[in-house]
C-alpha cells in the first residue's frame, strides 16, 4: 500500500481547535412524528405602528411635544399673530369706551337743557305778578311813553327764552291750557269759548307754566 492509502481521508477545514459541529432545531411532536421547524411570522409590513400614551404634560400643551423652536418665517407668523389679538382686544376696549362717552356726554346735555328749562320756568314763575300787572295796564291803556318800552323790551327778552303767552278772547276752550273761572251760556253757541281773560296763561314750549284764567260762554 502506497503512503496514501495509510494517510486516511483528509480532515475537514477548520478542525483543529474548534471541530465543525452540527445541530437538528427541528421537533419531534407527542406522536413521535418530525415536526417541521417552526418559522417566525412575518411582520405586517401595512400595520402602523402603535402610537405612545401622551403624557400629562403634552395633553396640557399640544406643542409639549415638539422637540424644536418656531424659527424664521414660522416664528414671524407667530408674531403677527399676536400683535394682530392685541391689536383686537385693544380696538374693543376703545370702542367700549367710546360708546360710553358717546352716553355720558348725550345724558349731560339732557340734564343740562332740563336744568335750563327748570330755571327759565323758575324765574318766570317769579315775574308772574309782574307780568300780570303789565297786561292789566295794557288793556286799561295806562301804559305810555318809556313803561310801554319796557314793557316790550321785557316780552321780547321771554321769547328768546321760549317763553309763550296765550289766552285770548274768542279762542275754543281747552282744559289742557285755560282755567275756567266763570261760565256763562248762549243760545246762539256752538262750542264753549273764551269770552273774557282774567289772566293770560304762559308756556315754555310744551310745558304749560300756568294755564290761562278765562270766563267761557257755551251753548245751553
Not at 256752538?190 to 251753548?219: F, H, M, S, W
Amino acid at each position: 500500500m502506497t503512503d496514501e492509502h495509510q494517510q486516511g481521508p483528509p480532515e475537514p477545514e477548520g478542525s483543529g481547535e474548534h471541530p465543525f459541529q452540527f445541530t437538528d432545531k427541528r421537533k419531534v411532536n407527542a406522536s413521535g412524528d418530525e415536526a417541521q421547524p417552526v418559522e417566525p411570522a412575518p411582520a405586517d409590513e401595512t400595520a402602523e405602528p402603535e402610537a405612545a400614551e401622551p403624557s400629562a404634560q403634552d395633553a396640557r400643551d399640544p406643542l409639549a411635544g415638539l422637540d424644536f423652536e418656531p424659527s424664521g418665517e414660522a416664528a414671524e407668523a407667530s408674531e403677527v399673530l399676536k400683535a394682530k389679538a392685541e391689536a383686537a382686544e385693544h380696538l374693543d376696549a376703545l370702542q367700549r369706551e367710546r360708546a360710553s362717552f358717546t352716553n355720558y356726554r348725550n345724558r349731560a346735555l339732557r340734564d343740562q337743557e332740563a336744568a335750563r328749562d327748570r330755571g327759565v320756568q323758575d324765574v318766570l314763575a317769579a315775574l308772574l305778578p309782574v307780568l300780570d300787572d303789565v297786561e292789566r295796564a295794557k288793556q286799561h291803556g295806562e301804559l305810555s311813553g318809556p313803561m310801554a318800552a319796557i314793557a316790550e323790551k321785557l316780552d321780547q327778552s321771554l321769547q328768546k327764552f321760549g317763553v309763550e303767552r296765550f289766552g285770548k278772547v274768542g279762542e275754543e276752550f281747552d282744559p289742557t291750557l285755560h282755567e275756567a273761572l266763570m261760565h256763562s251760556t248762549d243760545a246762539d253757541a256752538t262750542a264753549a269759548t273764551v269770552n273774557l281773560v282774567v289772566e293770560p296763561g304762559y308756556k315754555i314750549g310744551d310745558k304749560v307754566v300756568r294755564a290761562a284764567r278765562v270766563g267761557v260762554v257755551g251753548p245751553e
